[in-house]
């Protein structure tokens, strides 16, 4: 089944006389289940395509729809509640926030869905042994090496269960071994940015 479908997006930053084309006329669509890798150069728009299918970013034209809900329209509570539920995002340069530990960072997302702390305790501990950061889980950001903070992220990302996860070259700072091991845990769909 088609999960997201985008339709003739084009994304430019600035104005008539500094124009960049960040994206120019891209059509693909992502099956349930399926996992897309984008590659490009640097400065080529991956994480602008990602921006704009996860709303970061709001597209110049064209159509991006998850589950057939245009979510280029979206405004408001319908955003928040598209973006809590059904995403997942791995940030190129992990975004966790400083003053929480890994469990904080990865509990978050379900603590502000108000699920019970029994829950969110299970389901933190079950993604941690899977990426292999049980040890980290009471650390600090700074606390934590590249390869860790990016697992955390990682965790953080797939803890909600969404329909879709977007990763941002998630695996640069990582060994072959680990980076095979984050993005195999989801079952969900992922499009995946990866320099060339
Ligand atoms: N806010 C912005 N304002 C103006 N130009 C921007 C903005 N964000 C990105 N760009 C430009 O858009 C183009 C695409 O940038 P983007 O960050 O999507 O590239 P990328 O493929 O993710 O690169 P990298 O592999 O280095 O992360 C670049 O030329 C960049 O300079
Ligand atoms: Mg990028």
Avoid: W
Avoid at 6 to 17: A, L, R, T, V
Avoid at 104 to 110: M, Q, Y
Avoid at 157 to 174: F, R, Y
């Amino acid at each position: 089944m088609e999960l997201l479908n985008i339709q003739h997006i084009e994304k430019y930053y600035g104005s008539k006389s500094s124009l960049t084309k960040a994206i120019d006329d891209i059509s693909f669509s992502v099956e349930e289940g399926e996992f897309v890798a984008i590659m490009g150069a640097s400065g080529s728009g991956k994480t602008t395509l990602l921006n704009c299918i996860s709303t970061i970013d709001r597209v110049t034209a064209g159509h991006i729809s998850l589950e057939n809900t245009d979510i280029t329209t979206l405004k408001g509570k319908a955003l928040n509640k598209f973006r809590r539920e059904k995403l997942g995002f791995i940030f190129q340069d992990f975004n966790l926030l400083d003053t929480l530990t890994a469990y904080e960072n990865i509990s978050l997302a379900l603590s502000i869905q108000k699920k019970p702390a029994a829950e969110i305790d299970k389901a933190v501990k079950t993604v941690a042994e899977q990426l292999g950061i049980t040890e980290v889980l009471q650390k600090y950001p700074y606390q934590m090496s590249g390869g860790q903070k990016q697992r955390v992220a990682s965790a953080r990302a797939i803890v909600t269960d969404p329909k879709l996860v977007l990763a941002d070259e998630p695996t640069g700072a990582l060994d072959s071994k680990a980076a095979r091991c984050c993005l195999s845990v989801s079952s969900t769909s992922t499009v995946s940015a990866a320099p060339l």
